[in-house]
């Protein structure tokens, strides 16, 4: 049996400074039905794109084998499934040169990305899809818990 597993980052006041935040991840199985589910605080300055990230990890490191894995971040599912290849034939660089942002979680997600077949595929956010909606509550309900 394979699983769908939904991932979202919530950043509260990203466009301040943000020194709080969550993530959610939600488990379904093939009759679209929560089998896991859990929101993460990460209690620490962070923002949007670490926190996707951050939730990516948690993914890769729930799936096995054949799992789909849903994110609403570009730079999540492009990254993973377009620009990793040739940031580390660049050795961790972009086109112009400079280096990858969040370079160790990258890094994380190459090597549980080796261990397992895994695909990863964009969800629009808000659009009503039952499990891009749950994570994306829990990853709310982690950064703005107390």
């Not at 488990?27 to 939730?55: C, F, P, Q």
């Not at 789909?68 to 620009?83: Q, T």
């Not at 895994?118 to 703005?144: I, R, T, W």
Request: with cysteine.
């Amino acid at each position: 049996m394979s699983y769908l597993i939904y991932v979202d980052g919530a950043a509260p006041n990203n466009q301040n400074v943000c020194m709080r935040g969550g993530i959610g991840l939600v488990v379904m199985d093939e009759d679209n039905e929560i089998v896991h589910e859990e929101g993460i605080t990460i209690d620490r300055k962070t923002d949007s794109a670490e926190l996707e990230l951050l939730a990516l990890v948690e993914a890769l490191e729930y799936a096995e084998d054949g799992d789909v894995i849903y994110s609403d971040s570009d730079y999540c599912v492009k990254g993973f499934n377009i620009w990793m290849d040739d940031w580390k034939d660049r050795g961790w660089r972009k086109s112009d040169k400079k280096p990858v942002k969040n370079r160790h979680l990258w890094q994380q997600i190459d090597e549980l990305r080796s261990k397992k077949y895994v695909e990863v595929f964009k969800v629009k956010a808000h659009s009503g899809d039952k499990g891009n909606d749950m994570a994306d509550l829990l990853a709310v309900e982690a950064a703005e818990a107390d």
